[in-house]
T-cell receptor, first 110, second 112 residues
């Protein structure tokens, strides 16, 4: 079992470019999350999906969109990247309040 | 006011000593509290959770919760170099729609 996987691991974008971060889980969990982690800020929730077909905004949703494609996959899209979106992005799923994180995507926006 | 606050550190302790990490939270109605460990360049992993006032022990780790003071702590006994990491406090809060709110983390370095 791979757990939670994310692609890509690293990405450099220019301001205004778009991209989609992919996340997949093989743990058969209903809930999936996208976080960003910035120095001194901890993990902040961008969007979450309680189940297939539903998505909700978290603490910092501006500039992002998500798609819960099926139970396994939850993608995060940046339509027009900005330098303020330079961060490490983590996807997670959970069961009984324990969250399982993917390896992260390190994104730099120039 | 941040929902979850931690001393950022770094906290440096000698091998074999006790490392004490502190966390305070603002939502008095919070019921569930977690400690995650994050090695440099890696993703967080759960090491402890606590729901009731008092102490909870798991191996060399002890979580302590005081809801009246809105305070949760983590003690690492007999610290080892492999404990060098950032420790994230997380709380399920009503203001975050009952999702986890994370502190900024405390970086611990264990000196051999």
């Amino acid at each position: 079992n791979a757990g939670v996987t994310q692609t890509p691991k690293f990405q450099v974008l220019k301001t205004g470019q778009s991209m989609t971060l992919q996340c997949a889980q093989d743990m058969n969990h209903n809930s999936m999350y996208w976080y960003r982690q910035d120095p001194g800020m901890g993990l902040r929730l961008i969007y979450y999906s309680a189940s297939e077909g539903t998505t909700d905004k978290g603490e910092v949703p501006n500039g992002y969109n998500v798609s819960r494609l099926n139970k396994r996959e939850f993608s995060l899209r940046l339509e027009s990247a900005a330098p303020s979106q330079t961060s490490v992005y983590f996807c997670a799923t959970d069961a009984y309040n324990e969250q399982f994180f993917g390896p992260g995507t390190r994104l730099t926006v120039l | 006011q941040k929902e979850v606050e931690q001393n950022s550190g770094p906290l440096s302790v000698p091998e074999g000593a006790i490392a004490s990490l502190n966390c305070t939270y603002s939502d008095r109605g919070s019921q569930s509290f977690f400690w995650y460990r994050q090695y440099s360049g890696k993703s967080p992993e759960l090491i402890m959770f606590i729901y009731s006032n008092g102490d909870k022990e798991d191996g060399r780790f002890t979580a302590q919760l005081n809801k009246a003071s809105q305070y949760v702590s983590l003690l690492i006994r007999d610290s080892q170099p492999s404990d060098s990491a950032t420790y994230l406090c997380a709380v399920i809060t009503r203001s975050n729609d009952y999702k986890l709110s994370f502190g900024a983390g405390t970086t611990v370095t264990v000196r051999a």
